[in-house]
């Protein structure tokens, strides 16, 4: 069974930095292409990165240069390092599984795992 | 990158059918068969409903059907159920100098 368990969010103060983890069971991640979206308090939707099977990474122009996507093939976990963190960060962040080598939409998705930042 | 338009709200009554739009661009909708619907209950996560514009996921009712024409895709639910009150995004790739994905602001679906 195909299971992604984030964790790693928190509060956390303007201009921190915060690491979060996506620890993947019943498929490997290096074999998916894996991103993280994140849904700001009562809001919609917004992709945040896409790493592929390949290692190629993409970020939205929101967090390009602040968030760093990566995974480690022998814990078979995706990351999201987040780096200079704004007010505007606040959301749940979702990591999910592209199921398609374009990596254009997502059949597993984890619960989600908050992030804050506030002073 | 701008968020696909959908509308806010739709509503309908058990057993009828209801469709929602999300209308983008030549550039996103327009140009590529790559548009997905989400179904997100309150407090949980999304759930794939549709992907490349009409392929429905194995599990998924037949009851979920999806369309485009140009700029504009579309999610139509027929038979509606209590269960399928809920909100519904719909997501795009985008062409550009690098990866772009896009989602739409979302769509309140009530059941009356």
């Known amino acids: 069974e195909v299971q992604l368990v984030e964790s790693g969010g928190g509060l956390i103060q303007p201009g921190g930095s915060l690491r979060l983890s996506c620890a993947a069971s019943?498929?490997?991640?290096?074999?998916?292409?894996m991103s993280w979206v994140r849904q700001a308090p009562g809001k919609g939707l917004e992709w945040v990165s896409v790493?592929?099977?390949?290692?190629?990474?993409y970020h939205a122009d929101s967090v390009k240069g602040r968030f760093t996507i990566s995974r480690d093939n022998s814990k078979n976990t995706l990351y999201l390092e987040m780096n200079s963190l704004r007010a505007e960060d606040t959301a749940v962040y979702y990591c999910?599984?592209?199921?398609?080598?374009?990596?254009?939409?997502?059949?597993?998705w984890g619960q989600g795992t908050l992030v804050t930042v506030s002073s | 990158q701008s968020a696909l338009t959908q509308p806010a709200s739709v509503s309908g009554s058990p057993g009828q059918s209801i469709t929602i739009s999300c209308t983008g661009t030549?550039?996103?909708?327009?140009?590529?068969?790559?548009v997905s619907w989400y179904q997100q209950h309150p407090g949980k996560a999304p759930k794939l409903m549709i992907y490349?514009?009409?392929k429905r996921p194995s599990g998924v009712s037949n009851r979920f059907s999806g369309s485009k024409s140009g700029n504009t895709a579309s999610l139509t639910i027929s038979g509606l159920q209590a269960e399928d009150e809920a909100d519904y995004y719909c997501?795009?790739?985008?062409?550009?100098?690098?990866?772009?994905?896009?989602f739409g602001g979302g769509t309140r679906l009530t059941v009356l």
């Open positions: 999910a599984r592209a199921e398609s080598s374009s990596a254009t939409y997502f059949d597993y």
């Open positions: 019943g498929f490997t991640v290096s074999t998916n292409s």
């Open positions: 790493i592929y099977s390949g290692g190629r990474t």
């Open positions: 030549s550039s996103d909708v327009g140009g590529y068969n790559y």
């Open positions: 490349d514009v009409s």
């Open positions: 997501s795009s790739y985008r062409s550009s100098s690098t990866f772009a994905l896009l």
